[in-house]
């Protein structure tokens, strides 16, 4: 989801140049969602550390849902542009944050890598389906495609606070119950992994 909505910014030239932009100046306006999303990224790797990692996750789909609902429907080509910035500013560090809260709520360094390649690859697939839908094709409105676009965070939305809470019950159930687990080897205690009773995931 994450990726097919980042990846739509990359196809902007083809989003601007419909608006009414020409075609030099599209491919030069493209490039500053892209360099607003680089520093919001950063940003956002300073502020992991007091902000819960779903907090952050879910308020990024909210934006990117808000922003191609106005790109894709309001009129105004101004307005258009500017939130087409904020889609940037949103959804590029989404991308790094999902990897990373993904791998930090599962225990052991070889579940921790193949956790960030599923999470990579399997999103990239939104990469291949964007794309389908800002074709000539669906020019000039791309109304499909900015649906799929509003969609899409929408349900990360679900999803992500769905997992926020099962996290949540989780940590405090543990916490209520807490299991005696010195009986097993310490090799046995490392491959229970996140379903140690001492792991707490990640909010």
Not at 134 to 156: E, K
């Amino acid at each position: 989801m994450q990726y097919c909505n980042t990846t739509t910014i990359a196809y902007g030239p083809t989003i601007l140049k419909q608006i009414g932009f020409s075609s030099n100046m599209s491919l030069l306006f493209t490039s500053i969602p892209s360099l607003i999303g680089l520093i919001s990224t950063f940003l956002s790797i300073r502020l992991a550390k007091r902000i819960p990692y779903y907090l952050m996750i879910t308020g990024n789909f909210l934006i990117l849902l808000v922003s191609f609902a106005v790109v894709g429907f309001v009129k105004n080509a101004t307005l258009k542009y500017i939130f087409f910035c904020v889609a940037g500013l949103s959804g590029t560090p989404n991308s790094s944050l999902i990897v990373t809260w993904s791998s930090l709520n599962v225990g052991g360094t070889s579940k921790r890598l193949i956790t960030s390649a599923l999470v990579v690859a399997v999103g990239s697939a939104g990469s291949m389906v964007s794309p389908l839908f800002f074709t000539r094709n669906y020019a000039p409105a791309f109304t499909i495609g900015f649906i799929l676009m509003i969609v899409l965070p929408a349900v990360g939305i679900v999803l992500s606070l769905s997992i926020a809470l099962y996290y949540k019950t989780t940590n405090d159930r543990r916490d209520r119950n807490p299991i005696d687990v010195s009986h097993l080897t310490e090799d046995e205690q490392v491959q229970l992994n996140d379903r140690h009773p001492s792991f707490r995931y990640k909010l």
